[in-house]
Nanobody
Framework: QVQLVESGGGLVQAGGSLTLSCAAS????????MGWFRQGPGKERDVVST????????YYADSAKGRFTISRDNAKNTVYLQMNSLKPEDTAVYYC?????????????????WGQGTQVTVSS
């Protein structure tokens, strides 16, 4: 059974930082592209960042460029999202996802597996 378990969310002041982690089990982690998506209240689930199976290709939404960094450790079956300079508009539930694609990018509709999500709240 595939499990993706996110951690690291919480409440932070604007300008602060958080690092999200997603631990994967039940799949051959190194064969999957991984991604972080977020869903704010009343909004659709949007891609934040994705990373290819090797880590050699990454994608960032415009809102994340220059502030967020995605990385993965295939030995630990874990993907990370370092978030700096957080803004109130970053407030959302953040989801980890996996997709068996050779590309470094995938959409929410393409994701094969999802985590349960972790809440990130940025206060002004």
């Amino acid at each position: 059974q595939v499990q993706l378990v996110e951690s690291g969310g919480g409440l932070v002041q604007a300008g602060g930082s958080l690092t999200l982690s997603c631990a994967a089990s039940g799949l051959t982690f190194s064969r999957y592209a991984m991604g972080w998506f977020r869903q704010g209240p009343g909004k659709e689930r949007d891609v934040v960042s994705t990373i290819s199976w090797s880590g050699g290709s990454t994608y960032y939404a415009d809102s994340a460029k220059g502030r967020f960094t995605i990385s993965r450790d295939n030995a630990k079956n874990t993907v990370y999202l370092q978030m700096n300079s957080l803004k109130p508009e970053d407030t959302a539930v953040y989801y980890c996802a996996a997709d068996r694609t050779l590309a470094g990018f995938f959409t929410a509709a393409q994701a094969d597996y999802w985590g349960q999500g972790t809440q990130v709240t940025v206060s002004s």
